[in-house]
T-cell receptor, first 115, second 110 residues
Framework: DTGVSQDPRHKITKRGQNVTFRCDPI?????LYWYRQTLGQGPEFLTY????????KSRLLSDRFSAERPKGSFSTLEIQRTEQGDSAMYLC?????????????FGPGTRLTVL | RKEVEQDPGPFNVPEGATVAFNCTYS??????FFWYRQDCRKEPKLLMS???SGNEDGRFTAQLNRASQYISLLIRDSKLSDSATYLC???????????FGAGTILRVKS
């Protein structure tokens, strides 16, 4: 158990709707990451936070995507006006600091299907 | 050119076989290297970090060749439970984003 939960685990929505996903680490972690994975591909980086600060955003993160980490603990990822191409697994990851500072541990993911 | 390239497989091997996966990365500034394992429709799980001197964890051995920008994973005495996708991963700086290969599928059969 990586100590990271994600909610919901599955989401089916119609094109054009807005969706929001949540990532909850079991304890406060310095850095929190979002990735997206489509079938047959490895995860692709979207964005990451150090505490509340969003330090980097991928160009995959169009203006329809927004992420927040308001108190430096849990994080949300919102997609506005969803498109079929947004269908993917959205993964949250954290690192624990210390000797394993560089290693990232993933939550179970939210699988999004846009109809 | 993809940043991290892997043979997609699938590798179909019998139980007890030894199997090797290779991976190349394009950015010579890459700092850290990992192998993750991913079961079908599950999240990636860290299998092992890869160090310059090479490292071993039970039946698993990882090697890194910085000069050739090449990473390998060797699995000895394959088990049915080793069936999964193996993801080669690099990052450019400590604590920074991970860059994943597309993964290599392993199927171990009895």
């Amino acid at each position: 158990d990586t100590g990271v939960s994600q909610d919901p685990r599955h989401k089916i929505t119609k094109r054009g709707q807005n969706v929001t996903f949540r990532c909850d680490p079991i304890s406060e972690h310095n850095r929190l990451y979002w990735y997206r994975q489509t079938l047959g591909q490895g995860p692709e980086f979207l964005t990451y936070f150090q505490n509340e600060a969003q330090l980097e955003k991928s160009r995959l993160l169009s203006d329809r995507f927004s992420a927040e980490r308001p108190k430096g603990s849990f994080s949300t990822l919102e997609i506005q006006r969803t498109e079929q191409g947004d269908s993917a697994m959205y993964l949250c990851a954290v690192n624990y600091g210390g000797l394993s500072y560089n290693e990232q541990f993933f939550g179970p993911g939210t699988r999004l299907t846009v109809l | 050119r993809k940043e991290v390239e892997q043979d997609p497989g699938p590798f179909n091997v019998p139980e007890g076989a030894t199997v090797a996966f290779n991976c190349t990365y394009s950015n010579s500034a890459s700092q850290s290297f990992f192998w993750y394992r991913q079961d079908c429709r599950k999240e990636p799980k860290l299998l092992m970090s890869v160090y310059s001197s090479g490292n071993e964890d039970g039946r698993f051995t990882a090697q890194l060749n910085r000069a050739s920008q090449y990473i390998s994973l060797l699995i000895r005495d394959s088990k049915l439970s080793d069936s999964a996708t193996y993801l080669c991963v690099v990052n450019l700086a400590y604590g920074n984003k991970l860059v994943f290969g597309a993964g290599t599928i392993l199927r171990v059969k009895s």
